[in-house]
T-cell receptor, first 108, second 117 residues
Framework: QKEVEQNSGPLSVPEGAIASLNCTYS??????FFWYRQYSGKSPELIMF????GDKEDGRFTAQLNKASQYVSLLIRDSQPSDSATYLC????????FGTGTKLQVIP | EAGVVQSPRYKIIEKKQPVAFWCNPI?????LYWYLQNLGQGPELLIR????????DSQLPKDRFSAERLKGVDSTLKIQPAELGDSAVYLC???????????????FGPGTRLTVL
């Protein structure tokens, strides 16, 4: 079992809709979680990190962490075509482990 | 403030040849990471440095891969000899390091795309 799992997608949403990206992790010791966005041919760029149970909001992005269920999610409100990218979830305990990423397609 | 710098951006070599990648982290970042990323996959850690010490190199294929960070700043990753399966993007990242939660936040360089023919 991979330590951090994501559905590879693609996840297609219409412009203006809410995109919901999900991630599960196996190591209960994981403390911090990160969401990165990666455009095709580019390197990952940080969107946000979360380490407390609950929600964390930053602009159109909301990260949600549920440690009991070992579940992390990223919500993107008012999705734009420019949000089309692969979203990588990463968890850290003794080291940072990345998921394989979910490809998001926002349809104009 | 400059981000993580990597060179070269692209490299094409024939199998069995050596190749080296260079990374300069963000100023003040003590932790440096080398990742390998294949198409459609997430980054896979090769080695992590805390200052000049390699603290996690368990995924580094030591028969052909080597890395160094002599003065605790910039780093070099070498492959000798390269194999066809080494074709991938090699990413360098850095973070502040230390015990704070945000200290794990990694910032990535643009990567080096390696093609082995």
């Amino acid at each position: 079992q991979k330590e951090v799992e994501q559905n590879s997608g693609p996840l297609s949403v219409p412009e203006g809709a809410i995109a919901s990206l999900n991630c599960t992790y196996s190591d209960r010791g994981s403390q911090s979680f990160f969401w990165y966005r990666q455009y095709s041919g580019k390197s990952p760029e940080l969107i946000m990190f979360i380490y407390s149970n609950g929600d964390k909001e930053d602009g159109r992005f909301t990260a949600q962490l549920n440690k009991a269920s070992q579940y992390v999610s990223l919500l993107i409100r008012d999705s734009q075509p420019s949000d089309s990218a692969t979203y990588l979830c990463a968890g850290t305990y003794q080291k940072v482990t990345f998921g394989t990423g979910t490809k998001l397609q926002v349809i104009p | 403030e400059a981000g993580v710098v990597q060179s070269p951006r692209y490299k094409i070599i024939e199998k069995k040849q050596p190749v080296a990648f260079w990374c300069n982290p963000i100023s003040g970042h003590n932790t440096l990471y080398w990742y390998l990323q294949n198409l459609g996959q997430g980054p896979e850690l090769l080695i992590r440095y805390e200052n000049e010490e390699a603290v996690d190199d368990s995924q580094l294929p030591k028969d052909r891969f080597s890395a160094e960070r002599l003065k605790g700043v910039d780093s070099t990753l070498k492959i000798q000899p390269a194999e066809l399966g080494d074709s991938a993007v090699y990413l360098c990242a850095s973070s502040l390091g230390g015990r704070g939660r945000s200290s794990d936040t990694q910032y990535f360089g643009p990567g080096t795309r390696l093609t082995v023919l």
